[in-house]
């Protein structure tokens, strides 16, 4: 069985999955640096520098570190936490259809349901008078979105010059319990 682990989503991120995106930077969490001699090397938490090993190319150097240190391999299950919140659509009445606002009514009853801050805004939803949850707080329940990933990589920022784990996935659009499952 596959590893599971959650990942935060922010709004922007959500958008780019549904518009074709399929690659997410991690921040490694620990010192790394690159050399021609040794490839990458990185220190320890008691600062004991370490060397994974120069491939015989840079692809596989890159993934002699990938196996040794990513907390995220292929074939691993994440699923995906985004704003919510809970509730029900509803519909403002108007006396001509276009005239019609969808929002959110979040009252607490057994009629309400998980809605998804981005569906609610593809759906042209009034998101503002609904009280969401950031995806911290998003239980694995609720997730509709699992990320199967096809390949980890390792990246440098020309920016910053950190390092960042490229995580390349295909899209599940079920729960991660589901996927299990199945």
Same mark, same amino acid.
């Given at each position: #069985?596959? $590893? !599971? ?17 399929? +690659?997410?930077? +991690? =921040? ?21 520098? @370490? &060397? ?6 840079? %692809?596989? !150097?890159? %993934? ?11 074939? /691993? ?5 985004? !704003?919510?919140? #809970? ?10 259809? /276009? /005239? ?11 009629? %309400? ?6 569906? &609610?805004?593809?759906?042209? &939803?009034?998101? /503002?008078?609904?009280? @969401?949850? =950031? ?5 694995? &329940? ?7 990933? !096809? ?10 010059? $950190?390092?960042? @784990? ?12 589901? +996927?299990? $499952?199945?």
């Amino acid at each position: #069985m596959p $590893n !599971t682990l959650p990942m935060l989503f922010t709004q922007s991120m959500i958008s780019d999955l549904f518009n074709g995106g399929r +690659v997410v930077r +991690v =921040p490694v969490k620990f010192p790394v640096d690159y050399s021609d001699l040794s490839g990458f090397r990185f220190s320890d938490k008691n600062g004991k520098k @370490w &060397a994974c090993g120069k491939g015989v190319d840079v %692809q596989q !150097t890159e %993934q002699n570190l990938v196996s040794a240190k990513s907390p995220i391999k292929q074939g /691993d299950l994440i699923w995906v936490r985004e !704003t919510f919140c #809970m509730g029900r659509y509803e519909e403002e009445d108007a006396e001509h259809p /276009d /005239d019609r606002t969808l929002y959110i009514d979040d009252s607490q009853d057994e009629h %309400q349901y998980v809605i998804y801050k981005h569906r &609610a805004v593809v759906d042209g &939803a009034d998101i /503002d008078g609904a009280t @969401w949850s =950031p995806s911290v707080h998003m239980r694995k &329940a609720l997730s509709r979105l699992t990320l199967l990933v !096809t390949h980890v990589g390792i990246e440098k920022s020309e920016d910053t010059g $950190n390092y960042s @784990w490229v995580v390349q996935f295909e899209i599940i659009e079920k729960n991660i319990s589901q +996927v299990n $499952n199945s």
